[in-house]
């Protein structure tokens, strides 16, 4: 007997304040209807869809579909409209990190959760940072996005009294080893309670931070 | 011209509201001593002292600090009073997690926040962690201690809807490799938003859930 | 004098009860026909196999091809009729790790052997697992394929009396490692005696499966 | 509020067939007793206690204590009598293996199972294993123990057709890498079927070959 | 100012006794006209040459290429006529191994010296190696090539008295690691005396063969 | 708040002597035009800028570029003239390592420094190096730029007295692993006081020479 | 034959300034004093010389070390008398990084070359540098001594338009993995043109520092 | 039924041409005496054997010893007597190197063979190798000993004609990584032909020798 049905996890919501995510690399066009088709009237965050995998799918399905380019993002059904005042920061040290920063401001959009989103503010040069810095500080929560040495999180944990989220990034040659560099930098990062998730995951932090907000039940 | 003093970040506690921790380890008597002694009336939280260390330094010194051993953690001068109804669950897999478990449950000490420690109930008894779980969940935090495989984690990750951070353990052999596969087992939980500190951190932990009790300013 | 034939092992099935698995990836159209043709009438299966590369074959060998396209695995030749019930419960954390559960399934197929598939139970909702372990506990052997931080075949190495064999998955990036984080996470598995095969390896496991189930000679 | 009590998993036993075993290495005399006292009359697998550890323990729990130099093992309390003929063979290539074979031994002998023990015939002299290829076939399971480059464990599951699990040793310098060369190659074994356990880990080998033999409920 | 010219080393045929020998893979059409018509009358040999990369080249040095496409070798200029009878065994595990052998045997006929070749006799099925091991006994000098666990070198090293030179193979997936594995294994290869060389270069292992035969001046 | 310019940093001319240099690898077109537009009339060094990229961008734009495409550079806007005797000399292994090469030359030619660039003095016909080695000598600092086992470093840094810095180069199959061991190598240098920069890194290479030149403020 | 005399290499001064250095680590009281009578009335620079090495050495040549115990170095025989002012600025993150630091101050001093020395202004509490960072900025070349994330070097470089010499330290546990985090971090940094030498190598970064100020010949 | 004696391959000799080599680190004294007990009075070499290890054998096994310190090797009973002139030269790069290099001219020692031993050598004082490199050409076969970045078996490797055994060598930290380096660095030697054996294994090294010199059967 063999059996092999798409399970989708609806009591996510209910038990965690999430709706399942859907991480679409690497999922065929067949794979990614069969989800959303299950899913029905419930919504869905799609994550690294790509605008190929995006047009492969049937136009009925596309409809229902708001993408964002940059993040490869997509909300499929109706998602939540923002609410109160930004209490998430999401910081960048080069222009090359907004494809991960975007994936959070938009999984926290998905949530109705506004945040200001700042960027090329890495320390090679620090003023840009400091004219920032005040602002940024208001804020409970902030997801600092950064490659190669990932300088970045570390400066701002040690003038941010607020959770840090430091997520690395995968650009860069050599040493910077897939932001394997920027992953361990972060992690052994000199400021105080600074906290990781996985390269490029802009998605994770975002559910961090809303986590962090949300507290528990 | 050569100087080489010690150089407290004596500002750290209004910019961030910590102190300076002093990671112990590796540093010898005479250099810990100019430490105390420079902190002067300063209070710091003392890292990884082991008991032999404790005892080399001078008398007077030792007096100050009030000593734990299993996390081999100092407190050197006056800590806060505990305030408050306990917002922080510690959760560790097994026993030997304990050394770093304790080491956040000082750190939250240090800064006078109570917190609820239950310890052996890794996945492998998945029963041990079901009869717990309501009580964790109340919890606007949780610190999941874990090695090896670090299963806990993303077992509570997927039960909880606070924030949950990871403290991968350096515990086991092998494929264990020091805390790498419970690092990395962490970082890609397959749980939405788990965040993750170094390889035995307890001090960080506590401090990533301090920030996000306090927020911003 | 320079020597290049094809040695097909043809004692292998007498000796161990497997005919010789062709891994078809990184051999040429060329190379695979020559194979297939000095099989004769001896039954091979093939691992690996792009739907491409089965085009690129020789129609008359294509046609004694049964190929299943998820798994990319193709029978040459007649393969056994299936016989008996179940003794084999093959499990996924998610639907992206089909192509290799299906590999498995294929696998005892070709030697008619039955199995039970169950998909996307992973352990981020856990009352999903818990529906079916009853069912999973009646089989002698359970594989258990899984990816990312491989909780999966913990919680199931804790609940399950029977052989319990992890596949470790490639999905995932960054701290996935190309699955080598599953493979470790799996090695060190809190649950005793959980084996492992190489990552994305269902053919192995199903390998592994048989030999537990033939015995010795 | 802080809870700190040891939770032994009493259930296993009922569950999967196994007790809880107990790794003391890392682990406190004082430690130790505790979990020890909490036993009481239940029986407990103790691995890797050196003899130091042992000597440390309360004479009262020592006494009680089934040592094994070799393996470091203990048994605490009574255990099973040896039942029936040796379904499993434990073989090494060499006689620097045999503190981890001798652990899958022991690991046997707690829960009654008896099995065959070949020393030293490593494939660097073929006709040493050559001579007992016979005799190790006829067992259903093969537990192959073997460091450096583990060409063992191939070698044995190109002639076995039982299952064949592989316990790769972390002797050797160098290339050897502290047993990784040795687990990666046994993990890629150009044998099908080849199931491996974490680096010197004789004990879960032991529980793998247990649970084969016993299948489901 | 500044200078750019290709500077061959032409002295090496008299100092080593070996052409300079070009690693075509990564080098444009340009920059290898510019080596060939460098080199003018003199031979060289031509390593990783892919088929597209030969046709790119303008037709007149193509028409002085010999080229062999599975080693993807090729000859410029007139080389050595074979003489003497084989010294060199090459003796590869599977099919998948030749375009390495054949690199090897290639360099060996550029420089006019004979050798045995045999493949796919890997140690899964001992038989086919035994079958002709003592032809292979007969020759000074065994290249031995394979990949995944590289059990056949350490095979060999036990049953042939002369040098034995493994060339790694990149082969396989997962734990694999892209040859990684085959090569550390070689190098702890439980057989004394077997010297290894780089990961899939069997130019490399055909000029060490040479240097053996060769000796000093 | 959503807030996403790209931000220069204009003022690291003033602060450090260099312009921004915009890494183009990985770069939308889209991307790329804004950075120009918005320098308007500063100029920029562009790195790793691929030709077909370079197409990609509005003519008006690429007007302004002087492309040099084995270093695939590009100078935007107007560069320093060239001024005085070269102080710095560039040393490469092979003829593959020019890309790299190049892209130092270039680099110091956008800030007017002329350079001695010598091509393919690798180790292994050390004649050829020991032929210029009095020329390198009369200059103030060396780069070195060398893959594989990165001895050109070494070996230089034991013959010139200036500054010597290695650029490991990324070129190679198997154990060179993507460059990791030349810059390992270069690392560790039997020759005393010899620095490195990331693998394949030209522009940085420069950079430092550039800055060991100017001295300080 | 056999020949096994210690060779300095006593020509280097005069090649390239420097005399020969003698690592200490890991030689036998016998090598050392070997190495010692051979150099005769030539100076030598001593690295890593243990305490209990030193005492260990005949007396007669303990006699004539100038010995400082932080950075475990020792001066044999007369060296330089400081001249000039100070050229060279040695900052360092955390007084954990003195030991390195000191052996920089300890090799410059060897040759007589001045410095200023600047503890403890590690990025988590960037007031700390900012005070000092005109001074910095006044020397030719900054020497930035910094472990963890080496977030230090990153910010100095920003900052100073100099040359900047990295030197990771191995100070920290698991993520820090011995330095390497520190290594790879301060290769990628985001400012451009920061050289590194090897973990922990104080006295390379010294040798550099003196190259680039004596320049060519 | 459990068998556990020590099975030595004493039909190496006839077979390779090499008795039993026995490895002593990490066997214990009771364990040696085993094997030299068995052994009889068939001659072994024994390597790796500390001091203390010799003198915990009993004394009449000692007396049997011919031992030599700093390579800790061991002769167990009668060996060849020197014959013929030396056709191997031992070449090292450091005084470092000499535990290594010393075990390769016991081993051949061991057997008969007489060989030329060159020290301190290495390329960062190139003109210590040219005063000897004629001697070392006239030998058939090199064997070069060097770690850090093992530039010497390159060097060396475009000098001589005949076979060149690198043996790369742990000395050294930070990016040496326990002789890695050197290891990969040897495998991508920029000379053609150079071959490897383990990190520090100057057994291994001279068996190859050994193995090139005999030739086959």
Chains 1, 2, 3, 4, 5, 6, 7, 8 share one sequence.
């Not at 399942?20 to 999922?27: D, H, Q, T, V």
């Not at 400066?155 to 992953?183: D, H």
């Amino acid at each position: 007997m063999v059996e092999r049905d798409i399970k989708l996890d609806r009591e996510r919501r209910a038990r965690l304040g999430f709706d399942e995510a859907i991480l679409c690399a690497g999922k065929s066009a067949a794979h990614l209807s069969g989800i959303l088709e299950q899913a029905g009237e419930d919504s869905l965050l799609l994550t690294r869809l790509d605008s190929q995998a995006l047009e492969d799918l049937p136009p009925a399905l596309t409809a229902r579909i708001d993408y964002e380019p940059l993040s490869r993002s997509g909300f499929f059904g109706p998602v939540a409209a923002p609410t109160g005042t930004a209490e998430i920061a999401i910081v960048t040290a080069g222009t090359s990190d907004a494809r991960v920063s975007r994936e959070a401001v938009r999984t926290l959009a998905y949530y109705g959760a506004p945040c200001l989103e700042i960027s090329d503010v890495g320390v090679a040069g620090l003023w840009r940072l400091m004219e920032r810095i005040e602002e940024i500080k208001r804020h409970k929560i902030t997801i600092a996005v950064a490659g190669l040495d990932a300088a970045l999180p570390s400066v701002i944990g040690g003038l941010v009294p607020g959770l840090v989220i430091a997520v690395p990034i995968s650009t860069g040659y050599g040493a910077a080893r897939g932001g394997e560099t920027a992953l361990f930098s972060s992690l052994v990062s000199c400021a105080p309670g600074v906290v990781v998730v996985n390269i490029d995951n802009g998605y994770g932090a975002a559910c961090a931070a809303l986590r962090a907000l949300r507290g528990g039940k």
